[in-house]
C-alpha cells in the first residue's frame, strides 16, 4: 500500500506565500510523474503542477510564474511553492503521484486546504 501525505496549508492574505509539501511512502519501487492538482468549491479537480521523474514540468496557465514545484526522487517528496496568492487559487490542494509498486497506479492524498482571504 501506498500513502500520500501532505502538509503546509491554511490561511494566506492576498499577495501572500503558501508552500505545501507531500510525502509517498510505503512499498514504492520506483515513482514516475507527481504533482498538485487542486478543487475549488463546485468546480472539478484541475492540475496545478506537475513534474515528471526526470524534471521535466508542467503548470496550468493561472499560476505560471507564481507557483513553483520541486521534487526529491530520493525522498519521494513533492513540494509546491505558492506566490503572490490570489483569491482564486484558495481550494483543497491534493498531492498525486503514479506508483510502481508490483504495477503502475495513481495515488492522492487526502488533500490540504488553501485559504486566500484579507
Known amino acids: 500500500q501506498v500513502q500520500l501525505v501532505e502538509s503546509g496549508g491554511g490561511l494566506v492574505q492576498p499577495g501572500g506565500s503558501l508552500r505545501l509539501s507531500c510525502v509517498a511512502s510505503?512499498?514504492?519501487?520506483?515513482?514516475?510523474?507527481m504533482g498538485w492538482y487542486r478543487q475549488a468549491p463546485g468546480k472539478e479537480r484541475e492540475l496545478v503542477a506537475t513534474?515528471?521523474?526526470?524534471?521535466?514540468?508542467t503548470y496550468a496557465d493561472s499560476v505560471k510564474g507564481r507557483f513553483a514545484i520541486s521534487r526529491e526522487n530520493l525522498k519521494n517528496t513533492i513540494d509546491l511553492q505558492m506566490n503572490s496568492l490570489k483569491p482564486e487559487d484558495a481550494a483543497v490542494y491534493y498531492c498525486?503521484?503514479?506508483?510502481?509498486?508490483?504495477?503502475?497506479?495513481?495515488?492522492w492524498g487526502q488533500g490540504t486546504q488553501v485559504s486566500v482571504s484579507s
Open positions: 498525486n503521484a503514479v506508483v510502481v509498486t508490483y504495477r503502475e497506479r495513481q495515488y
Open positions: 510505503g512499498s514504492i519501487f520506483s515513482i514516475n510523474a
Open positions: 513534474m515528471s521523474s526526470s524534471g521535466r514540468t
